[in-house]
């Protein structure tokens, strides 16, 4: 069977697996359409809430990223991890404690006060709208290059799928799709993985295979080979790298506050019966994240190995076919400079010839190593599972943030139950075709902010929380000021740095490195805003009096893991 | 690891002897002595967190990077394999700890009629 064939195979199985799922668990009440009726076990929990955070990015992106950056690339790998460690610790089982449906459930119970719960609204939405909008565009990719329609059909054809079972299960059908998504993706993503670690290196195992002497007859270890190519063509040495140590610091920190301070990370703890299953299911979810996240790294190397030693230096006329393929969509392209018929490969922008988009190094990988048709199909599959699932999750957010966040605490409280799941539908509806308008005309600066998104989850959410549980005094002033002015910062430093909007454009932001703060990129500079959210919020919070007595009595409540109930819609 | 995890167990003080204390949720002396207890766990988890992240794959990079664990660079493995592998031990060590201090309290949910 052709490619193609496959590939119509595998996505056509997956879909009616995803939609199959959805009709089994529709969800009767808003309890099950928030939370998915509080009962799933720390193992789906955990599997769900993996697939849910490995997003396009994660499966389509991140190894092509960290092979163009090398070292730097780490970010990545310790921040997207290291922040479930926060999660586990700090957040998670107090949360689930709490018990409610959503994120500013808790900022405006802890807070008592319908502001606070309107700011963390705010910000759960523009971090939600952001981040769902790159899904779309994965998604979009995928079809147009392996199904080879328009993208703008397959971010169609993906908007329906999602709002399948979405709309119709909720958590509960996002749920379990999830967890199906999950084997789904990790499946796509280390066959290849393996495969080409055994070309390369001879060990089964990607993670060993990375570290280990190439089979080629050279007896030289892979790394040591990859940082010498590397060196040759006019890069950084790739396992030196060449960010400051401040901004590695910081963008690092940075990813991680906001991981654990995501909306859409977080409500996957108040899906779990009891405060010990959150604890678990976030161990549990880490380990499956880490089964990828390890493997990428891997990826990356053996990836950037490949690259270079198939296309540098070789007759254009002769490239295999996996390379026309991808020049057709525009995300690989040659222009031959020196009029010598060959590719030249060079860090230099005069003599390189060759320019190469970091997103197709993970979808094209199977291709330049040669596996067979069906391995390229299932990686197909594996993006569009990561897409599908992390864009559902967020979905879930933006609908629950204006049905149950807006609409039933704050400005009408009297709706019944049913009247509410209507409207968490309606909401969902509302929410898929914003999402898709902005996949097929995404925004140029999309990407850019995905990655800000990190940086203002941090600047505002992981502060006023963290502050709620462990500070019993924390006041509402203190908490909101802290939440405005670090998410301002955060807004501001963005548009500054990233778009150039005080200093004539996006053109001008090259110039602006060296007026960086402290020498932080704007993506690090979350764990900057994230230190003045947290001063801020304390200094006046010594200016006012000490919150209610009930409120303190909730935090003590929260502390202690015993008698947890299921989440209720009521207070 | 081994001797830390002692270290945080040993004064906890016998299951029984809190039962009948646990049962009565409005013990502060015994709820704020379970939450000193949890945060102890969390600082020298926290702390073992930061040093292997920030500590080996960022500020000491360099000078690890010197020894070699098969082809990787020492500072480099742990930037991109290391601190992965810590982080979900760090977890699974904390839901255990704490699921021995819930009972040692008598806060666990098994007790629970859920």
Redesign the interface.
């Known amino acids: 069977m052709s490619t193609q064939e496959w590939t119509y195979l595998i996505i056509g199985i997956t879909f009616a697996l995803y939609i199959g799922i959805a009709i089994w668990s529709k969800a009767g009440s808003t309890k099950d359409f928030y939370v998915a009726g509080g009962s799933v076990s720390p193992l789906a929990n955990g599997m769900a809430t993996a697939a849910d955070w490995m997003s396009a990015a994660s499966f389509i992106s991140m190894a092509g990223l960290i092979s163009f950056m090398g070292y730097d690339g780490s970010v990545f790998l310790m921040g997207w991890t290291g922040g479930y460690v926060l999660l586990a610790l700090l957040l998670a089982p107090y949360l689930r404690k709490f018990g409610q449906f959503t994120v500013p459930d808790f900022i405006g119970t802890r807070y008592y006060s319908n502001t606070a719960r309107i700011v963390a609204v705010l910000c759960a939405l523009l971090v939600s709208f952001t981040y769902v909008a790159g899904q779309m565009r994965g998604v979009g990719i995928v079809f147009s290059r392996f199904l080879e329609v328009d993208i703008n059909t397959g971010v169609i054809i993906g908007m329906l799928i999602v709002l399948f079972y979405a709309v119709l299960g909720g958590m509960k059908g996002i749920t379990y799709t999830q967890v199906a998504q999950y084997c789904v993706l990790i499946f796509a993503f280390m066959v290849p993985a393996i495969f080409i670690s055994i070309q390369m290196t001879g060990k089964v195992i990607p993670q060993i295979g990375m570290g280990s002497v190439l089979n080629d007859g050279s007896g030289m270890y892979l790394l040591e080979k990859l940082d010498k190519l590397s060196v040759e063509l006019g890069f950084a040495e790739y396992t030196a790298g060449s960010k400051s140590m401040i901004d590695i610091f910081a963008i690092t920190m940075a990813l991680m506050v906001g991981t654990a301070g995501l909306p859409h990370v977080i409500v996957r703890f108040f899906t779990v019966k009891r405060v010990r299953d959150a604890r678990k299911s976030a161990g549990l979810a880490l380990l499956f994240i880490a089964i990828l996240y390890t493997t990428a790294p891997a990826v990356a190397v053996f990836a950037r190995t490949n690259l270079i030693n198939t296309i540098h230096e070789s007759t254009y006329s002769e490239v295999p076919d996996w390379f026309s393929n991808w020049e057709k969509t525009g995300l690989l392209s040659f222009e031959d400079k020196n009029k010598d018929g060959l590719i030249q490969y060079h860090a230099s922008p005069e003599i390189n010839e060759l320019k190469v988009d970091r997103d197709i190094m993970v979808l094209a990988n199977p291709e330049i190593a040669n596996l067979p048709n069906w391995v390229i199909a299932l990686v197909a599959a594996g993006g569009l599972a990561a897409a599908l699932s992390t864009a559902a999750g967020l979905l879930l957010v933006i609908s629950a943030s204006i049905s149950h966040d807006l609409a039933k605490k704050v400005f009408r409280p009297d709706l019944t139950d049913k009247q509410e799941l209507r409207l968490a539908r309606g909401a969902a509806v509302f929410a898929v075709i914003i999402a898709g308008y902005f996949g097929i005309n995404p925004p140029g600066f999309v990407a850019a902010v995905v990655a800000l998104a990190f940086g203002l989850a941090a600047a505002s959410f992981f502060p006023a929380i963290v502050l709620g549980i462990f500070y019993k005094k924390m006041n509402k002033q203190g908490a909101i000021s802290g939440m405005v002015v670090g998410i301002c910062l955060m807004l501001f430093y963005m548009l500054k740095f990233k778009f150039g909007l005080f200093d004539g454009g996006v053109s001008a932001v090259n110039n602006l490195k060296e007026e960086w703060w402290f020498g932080i990129s704007p993506e690090g500079f979350g764990t900057v805003a994230m230190l003045v959210n947290f001063i801020i919020a304390l200094t006046v919070n010594s200016f006012y009096p000490a919150p209610p007595d009930s409120v303190q009595e909730i935090v003590e409540n929260i502390r202690i893991p015993s008698g947890a109930k299921p989440p209720q819609n009521s207070h | 690891m081994k001797c830390k995890k002692r270290l945080l167990i040993r004064k906890i003080p016998s299951a029984r002897r809190y039962q009948n204390k646990?049962a009565n949720?409005s013990n502060?002396k015994h709820?704020k002595k379970?939450?000193s207890k949890?945060i102890r766990i969390?600082s020298i988890?926290?702390f073992i967190?930061f040093s292997c992240?920030?500590g080996t794959?960022?500020?000491f990079?360099e000078s690890l990077?010197h020894f070699m664990?098969?082809?990787?660079?020492l500072g480099?493995?742990f930037?991109?394999?290391g601190?992965?592998?810590i982080?979900?031990i760090?977890?699974?060590i904390?839901?255990r700890q704490?699921?021995k201090l819930?009972k040692a309290f008598?806060?666990?949910?098994d007790?629970?009629s859920?």
């Open positions: 646990a949720m502060t709820a379970y939450w949890n969390l988890l926290l967190w992240s920030f794959s960022i500020l990079k990077d664990i098969g082809g990787f660079p480099f493995w930037a991109q394999q601190s992965i592998y982080f979900v760090l977890i699974f904390y839901v704490m699921n819930d008598g806060f666990d949910e007790q629970d859920n």
